[in-house]
């Protein structure tokens, strides 16, 4: 796959991310439900790694493409702690203003403990400094897809004993993007390209899938005020 065709596929998921969080912020405005608050965040972070990652196809020749290509990798890993974080609190109960600061401190500490394995106990790096790139992506990679599955499990859980049709369809696209990452896993091992292929239109397919059940969030969120309107 050619640079250009790279860039392409990782600003379309950062432009398919930001787009989710300006729907995922609405509802939450009209509502003032804080449980999922954390949710536009996480899609925030998960675009910008995306167009950390779509800069260092770019920029491939700049002096400063390693130290973005860490930004992007952590930046990911920062989202995928932070929408399991916020599933992980959206049931338990906070001081009003501090569930968001909570899961920005919980999400960090787990980053930070990623971090440190990779600093001090990666077994094939010398002490105290980052392992190779390569190496710390595919650790990156696993750590997301246990992220995004536990979000896939929580969320159809959540739906089997409280079904809700507007967002039916969200354990799916969490279960495509964890998906994705597993392709993206295969593809660094081996270098195939049907794995590289197949990681871009499954992450794609289930940011649509979000896309979708993020609108039809919206739309029902709008459709009380515009009754209230009317009235």
């Known amino acids: 796959m050619s640079n250009v065709a790279l860039v392409l596929a990782e600003l379309v998921s950062a432009a398919l991310s930001f787009t989710l969080v300006r729907f995922m912020v609405k509802p ?3 509502t003032g439900e804080g449980r999922y608050v ?22 491939e020749s700049h002096p400063f493409v390693e130290e973005m290509k860490w930004l992007q990798l952590f930046t990911e890993v920062y989202a995928f702690a932070f929408l399991a974080i916020t599933y992980y609190f959206s049931q338990k ?26 600093v001090i106990f990666e077994p094939y790096s010398p002490m105290f400094t980052l392992p190779n790139y390569d190496v710390a992506n595919r650790y990156i990679s696993v750590f997301d897809i246990i992220f995004a599955s536990y979000v896939s499990v929580y969320t159809f859980r959540s739906h089997a004993l409280n079904p809700d049709p507007k967002t039916l369809w969200a354990p799916l696209g969490y279960l495509l993007i964890a998906f994705g ?51």
Do not use: C, N
């Open 28 to 30: 939450y405005l009209y």
């Open 38 to 59: 954390g949710l536009p965040f996480g899609f925030a972070f998960l675009g910008a790694s995306y167009l950390f990652m779509g800069l260092t196809f770019f920029m």
């Open 93 to 118: 109960e906070f001081q009003r203003g501090t569930r968001l600061w909570w899961q920005f401190v919980f999400s960090g500490l787990i980053v930070g403990l990623i971090a440190t394995y990779f």
């Open 181 to 231: 990452e597993y392709s993206s896993l295969i593809w660094s091992w081996d270098s195939s390209f049907s794995a590289l292929v197949g990681a871009y239109t499954i992450r794609l397919t289930g940011l649509f899938v979000f896309l979708l059940v993020s609108y039809g969030v919206f739309s029902a969120s709008q459709a009380p005020q515009t009754e209230k309107g009317l009235k």
